[in-house]
Nanobody, 126 residues
């Protein structure tokens, strides 16, 4: 079983910054992709940003962002700590949501996993 725990949410004024962290723990063979999703009240959960390990071991990680956050949010991962970060700057009221971390990979060479955290609230308001 893989546990995923997010931290770093809170209340911030428009234009402010926050950094979210997400750590995965358990018996993990390999993590392939880590990502952040968000869900605002009355709306469906949507992708914010994802980061993979890359197609080849020698290549860099591949990142993907929702159009609404490009240029404002940056996703990064620390493979040694099984941790992913989301640096958010120039936050807007429409960024208000519960942010969820998702981690996917393999428990063994034959068994995959896909785990979600419990979510962390981000509120952008004056």
């Amino acid at each position: 079983q893989v546990q995923v725990v997010e931290s770093g949410g809170g209340l911030v004024q428009p234009g402010g910054s926050l950094r979210l962290s997400c750590a995965a723990s358990g018996i993990i063979f390999r993590i392939n992709a880590m990502g952040w999703y968000r869900q605002a009240p009355g709306k469906q959960r949507e992708l914010v940003a994802t980061i993979t390990s890359g197609a080849r071991i020698t290549s860099g990680a591949i990142t993907n962002y929702a159009d609404s956050v490009k240029g404002r949010f940056t996703i990064a991962r620390d493979n040694a700590k099984n941790t992913v970060y989301l640096q958010m700057v120039n936050l807007k009221p429409e960024d208000t949501a519960v942010y969820y971390c998702n981690v996917g990979g393999r428990l063994t060479t034959l068994s995959a996993f896909d785990s979600w955290g419990q979510g962390t609230q981000v509120t952008v308001s004056a």
